[in-house]
């Protein structure tokens, strides 16, 4: 469990709701240009709750709060609570009316190094959307640290040293008891089956450009 009164489910509940509200009566969302847009729906939620989010907390439960973060850093807000625990947010878009996606989470290795401060939390606000006619309603704002995340909904992209990803955005199971400790561990025995299939690949990989070299070094040359 987190030590945190932002995850008690009565305050975690009053915030989740706080967010659907304050999307639903956000007329940034009136556009229809952004209406078959997932990455503009995206965009404008991240842009709506960076100003905005920390209203739906209750008044006193954080402070610092910033949405100034580069592009490709691993949070789009952040804050900390009254006991100093460090709070950084991911927000991610679903569209219902879509078969299929794969977000990207974070890499392993930036989780690994920031999850050595027990304080620090990387925290998913999934925010879930249907489109009816030229209206976007949003019916569900989850909030949670990835470590609640199951690993039965989750798997390992092939970028970088590894990049956490949700299986399917349409499936997200989540167990508020997990801890962080089982979780990692979980992790790590999820990369040691990664990164042999990835090294065979590569082997794979390295031997067909051994045979490519092959061929153009027995090729007569030409003009061109």
């Known amino acids: 469990m987190i030590n945190s009164p932002i995850f008690e489910a009565t305050t975690l509940k009053l915030i989740q709701d706080n967010l659907i509200d304050l999307l639903n009566s956000c007329h940034d969302f009136d556009n229809s240009h952004i209406l078959d847009s997932p990455r503009a729906v995206g965009d404008t939620v991240q842009k709506v709750l960076g100003e905005r989010m920390s209203e739906c907390f209750p008044e006193g439960l954080i402070k610092n709060f910033s949405d100034e973060f580069a592009r490709r850093a691993m949070a789009d807000a952040a804050f900390m609570d009254f006991q100093d625990n460090y709070f950084i947010v991911d927000m991610k878009t679903h569209n219902r009316n ?96 990664f990164y042999p299939k990835e090294i065979a690949k590569i082997e794979k990989r390295a031997d067909y450009f051994t045979k490519v070299r092959a061929f153009w070094q027995n090729k007569p040359t030409t003009c061109n």
């Open 98 to 193: 879509t078969d299929f996606n794969m977000p990207n989470l974070t890499s392993v290795e930036r989780l690994s190094r920031f999850y050595k401060d027990d304080k620090n939390f990387f925290v998913i606000l999934l925010a879930e959307y249907k489109v009816s006619g030229d209206k976007i309603e949003f019916d569900s704002v989850q909030l949670f640290p990835i470590e609640h995340l199951k690993w039965d909904c989750l798997t390992i992209g092939a970028l970088g040293w590894g990049q956490i990803q949700i299986a399917d955005a349409r499936i997200i199971n989540i167990d508020r008891n997990q801890s962080r400790k089982n979780w990692m561990l979980q992790l790590c025995d999820k990369l040691d089956n």
